[in-house]
């Protein structure tokens, strides 16, 4: 049988429905920045949410939503408006924004392939595994990962002079937030120094900038996630 007919009968074959479906179906979103803080009952979006770019937030005319990208280290407050997510800054129309740049890892972020296709929330890790990470400020924001019964021990131990250690017990209630923020603490690491921090079977080490301060910075500038 000459193929093009029989191709031609495949399609044929194939309902038009499904067709229609799968042309439909929008490409997962590649997450670019980070939700830091939102006031907002219309933008559709939580604190620590990832967003990507093509996504669109409306907001009302007094709402507020911060974001940092992951990229270009570019950190946004935007007040009311509608808001179009983009892979290194956001384009804001019928609303105002203030930009202003942030110290943050940047570029050597990438988004993992298999989450990306999970959700817009993804978790993002670093090129290389065996890179360590630099938090930009003394207090990090740790993201935890998913949990089995019992994982419930947060040690931290510096890895460039003993001494310094750290047990904290993560209740259900943080473990079910997905993260554990040292600022809310009286825990403060020394810059320069470096650290390793297990939970579980997981560990991811970090350093902290030697020019980090006490103070508290923006989420992406101190954002540590385990792989």
Do not use: W
Not at 10 to 29: D, T, Y
Not at 33 to 51: N, P, R
Not at 52 to 67: C, F, N, P, R, T
Not at 94 to 118: H, W, Y
């Amino acid at each position: 049988m000459d193929p093009r007919a029989v191709f031609a009968a495949i399609l044929v074959s194939i309902p038009a429905v499904a067709i229609e479906a799968s042309a439909r179906a929008p490409a997962p979103l590649v997450p670019t920045a980070l939700v830091e803080d939102v006031k907002s009952t219309t933008a559709g979006v939580e604190f620590m949410d990832y967003v990507g770019s093509g996504q669109v937030i409306k907001l009302g005319a007094e709402d507020v939503l911060i974001l940092s990208y992951l990229k270009s280290c570019e950190h946004e407050t935007i007040t009311g408006g509608t808001v179009t997510v983009g892979s290194e800054r956001s384009d804001v129309q019928d609303g105002k924004v203030v930009r202003a740049k942030v110290a943050c890892e940047g570029g050597k972020m990438r988004l993992a392939a298999q989450q990306a296709s999970e959700s817009a929330a993804s978790a993002f890790r670093l090129q290389n595994a065996n890179l360590q990470h630099t938090l930009y400020a003394r207090t990090p924001l740790i993201q935890l990962p998913k949990l089995a019964k019992g994982e419930r021990d947060l040690l931290i131990a510096r890895t460039d002079r003993k001494g310094e250690r750290h047990r904290i017990k993560i209740d259900d209630t943080v473990a079910a937030a997905g993260f554990y923020d040292l600022a809310e603490t009286n825990v403060s690491f020394a810059p320069g120094a470096t650290y390793d921090v297990t939970i579980g079977d997981h560990k991811v080490s970090f350093r902290i900038d030697p020019k980090a301060t006490s103070d508290r910075t923006p989420v992406v500038s101190r954002l540590l996630r385990f792989q």
